[in-house]
């Protein structure tokens, strides 16, 4: 199914949108309960192209077999932001997989460095600039915990 879109600041483009077929109810977005992922950007083009075609948001919601709330939500996003999706909230990681990777290996290899040494050490195999309280952070997040031996 297409649409075409007659509004003058948009010109005369023609958006497809396919609605979507039998799904299972494993599959379908309105059948699931709980807390579901975050739709992709190729499930929120057809949405913000049917708005922009002046599809009300049921006729959206009925083609492509998404949730009226969830229509409306993108819809709303898209006119405070200009996009339909926002960057992720918070700082990004120091360590990628590959240098937690690697500091745990370090670690159980020989656990008795200093977080001093495990930080100088990665920073001459992986390039990574990182403080001794960080190791120690990123240390007890993975489940390392250094402790003083108790005196007998």
């Not at 483009?13 to 950007?41: F, H, W």
């Not at 948001?57 to 898209?78: E, M």
């Amino acid at each position: 199914m297409w649409f075409r879109c007659s509004n003058p600041l948009h010109g005369h483009r023609v958006y497809t949108i396919k609605p979507l077929g039998k799904q299972t109810a494993s599959t379908n977005i309105g059948e699931r309960m709980g807390r579901s992922q975050e739709l992709s950007d190729s499930k929120r083009g057809p949405v913000i192209g049917g708005h922009l075609c002046n599809k009300s948001i049921c006729n959206i919601s009925w083609l492509l077999n998404i949730p009226h709330s969830t229509v409306s939500g993108i819809i709303t996003k898209w006119k405070q932001l200009g996009t339909a999706t926002q960057p992720p909230s918070g700082r990004p990681r120091h360590l990628t997989g590959r240098g937690q990777r690697m500091l745990k290996r370090t670690v159980r290899t020989s656990h008795q460095l200093s977080a001093e040494s495990i930080a100088k050490d990665l920073q001459t195999w992986c390039g990574l600039q990182m403080s001794p309280t960080t190791v120690c952070r990123e240390l007890h997040g993975m489940g390392f915990h250094g402790r003083a031996a108790a005196s007998k």
